[in-house]
């Protein structure tokens, strides 16, 4: 399997641009998640998704933040219109649910996008 | 809620000796715990997990943490310090799979 993909890994944009990041979960994998890393905040959770559903998106900064499930191997996070606090590593990661398992699965982190707004 | 405390922002050692990173955690339950290493310009790698099941788990690239549950600790160690174990360690404590909270990280320096 080729893991997690992420796309772009650079992006450059001016104050105002609409960005779109994409990823690409691990097939099979049920759980999709979005973060954000930055040197002050460390790692945040975003969003994140259950069954291309979104669950949880209490830790999305603000509304101009929006992310999109549309099939089980496809993911976007849009950020319209950016700002330069808006830059950032942002990280997908997927897992899946083990019936019966232990409390919590791994989580397979993309290589992420490096954001940075002019 | 759980958490998790990574002890030191920062920790520098020699190459050959021994490495120890600090992590404790608070949980309600019996939660899984994992080691994560983050390398410059790279994504989260998993080094190990513990799921309830040896309290001493052995990991990638000759890492191994220990449960201990009186003392609610999970700290990472690994015999000699190679020069490519420089890198960003994260200790994660999870209750379930939609949940993982991440400590602040430990950044590993190994000096020639």
């Known amino acids: 399997d080729a893991g997690v993909i992420q796309s772009p890994r650079h992006e450059v944009t001016e104050m105002g641009q609409e960005v779109t990041l994409r990823c690409k979960p691990i097939?099979?994998?049920?759980?999709l998640f979005w973060y954000r890393q930055t040197m002050m905040r460390g790692l945040e959770l975003l969003i994140y998704f259950n069954n291309n559903v979104p669950i949880d998106d209490s830790g999305m900064p603000e509304d101009r933040f929006s992310a999109k499930m549309p099939n089980a191997s496809f993911s976007t996070l849009k950020i319209q219109p950016s700002e330069p606090r808006d830059s950032a590593v942002y990280f997908c990661a997927s897992s899946f649910f083990l019936a019966g398992g232990p409390r919590g699965n791994e989580q397979f982190f993309g290589p992420g996008t490096r954001l940075t707004v002019l | 809620a759980q958490s998790v405390t990574q002890l030191d922002s920062h920790v520098s050692v020699s190459e050959g000796t021994p490495v120890l990173l600090r992590c404790n955690y608070s949980s309600s339950y019996s939660p899984s715990l994992f080691w994560y290493v983050q390398h410059p310009n790279k994504g989260l790698q998993l080094l190990l997990k513990?799921?309830?099941?040896?309290?001493l788990v052995k990991g990638i690239n000759g890492f191994e943490a220990e449960f201990k549950k009186s003392e609610t600790s999970f700290h990472l160690t690994k015999p000699s310090a190679h020069m490519s174990d420089a890198a960003e360690y994260f200790c994660?404590?999870?209750?379930?799979?939609?949940?993982?909270?991440f400590g602040a990280g430990t950044r590993l320096t190994v000096k020639p």
């Open positions: 994660v404590v999870s209750e379930s799979n939609n949940d993982m909270r």
């Open positions: 097939s099979g994998h049920d759980y």
């Open positions: 513990y799921t309830s099941a040896a309290t």
